[in-house]
């Protein structure tokens, strides 16, 4: 028997197809002003859900914002999250999933998860395939992860339908290496200005990014002068300073973040060397036959970053 919030995505369903008209009509704004926001207050109006679990906005960001405020739903961050069925997702076309100088809420685009396979999200939304007055209401599909999801709002169903029953939180439940390196990525993206997937993957891109933080930080603290181009060159190994048992600050950071994504347990991504980051280090040194002394210098900063 279908729930009020599997009646609300069957609603997004059926509009699929439709164009701007009856989503603007809906606010009494003009055929072609901008109605993802619209889209997703209309479903919620046509089953019962304004002012209970839902509010009624013309804002991408409005919709999580105002919800939260008025203790309607919960907000998830999109880099460690788990999305169901029926949760509003709000979308940072940068990449960063997130809008550096506003608050989490703000964001470009507002759809409705239809559901989720594997590591895909399915979203139904409106004004997403085309001009404001040429698009129609259309399903799209994003990594789970994605860096240009900011986020979900997941109503409290129960407001608008008491009888309802939540047997799936859906929250995350991500495994550990996973979650460790998504907040290296978040970290450098805000930190540094790189555009990191959040995916929780160690690859190229974040490799690259790591490198580039690197060299952005030498620029400015002992001012090396580098190009800050992603890549560990003999340059950059030389650039690289002394890090130690009982330094702090972001260079130690930058540390931590290599050798998180490369899988060693620094104790916390804290930007203090620790016995723990000290015992990283020393694991990585004897496995890849450089001198184990615990101290991360040029050598140990090129091995990890080669």
Known sequence: MANIR??????AQNYIG???????????????????????????????????????????????????????????????????????????????????????????????????EGNTVHTIEGNANGSNTSSTVCRKTYPLYSGRINGYYRPNWSLADPSYNENNSGTAVIDAKIKAIKEVQLWLNRKFGTVCDMDGEYGPKTKAAIVCSLQSFLNVAYKA????????????????????????????KILQSILICRGYNTNGYDGEFGEQTKIAVLDFQKKNNLEADGIAGPNTFAALLW
């Open 225 to 252: 002068g580098l190009v800050a181009d992603g890549i560990m060159g003999v340059k950059t190994k030389n650039a690289c300073k002394l890090l130690k048992m009982g330094d702090k600050g972001d260079y130690v």
């Open 6 to 11: 599997d009646n609300f995505v069957k609603t």
């Open 18 to 116: 439709t164009g701007c008209k009856i989503f603007n009509d809906c606010f009494g704004m003009p055929a072609g002003t901008p109605w993802c926001a619209e889209f997703v207050s209309k479903c919620a109006a046509d089953v019962g859900l304004i002012n209970k679990c839902f509010v009624k906005v013309l804002g991408a960001g409005d919709i999580p914002r105002y919800g939260v405020a008025k203790g309607y739903g919960k907000w998830f961050e999109g880099h460690e999250a788990i999305p169901q069925p029926g949760d509003a997702v709000v979308f940072t076309w940068n990449g960063l999933g997130y809008f550096p100088g506003h608050d989490k809420y703000f964001s470009d685009h507002v759809g409705i998860v239809e559901y989720v």
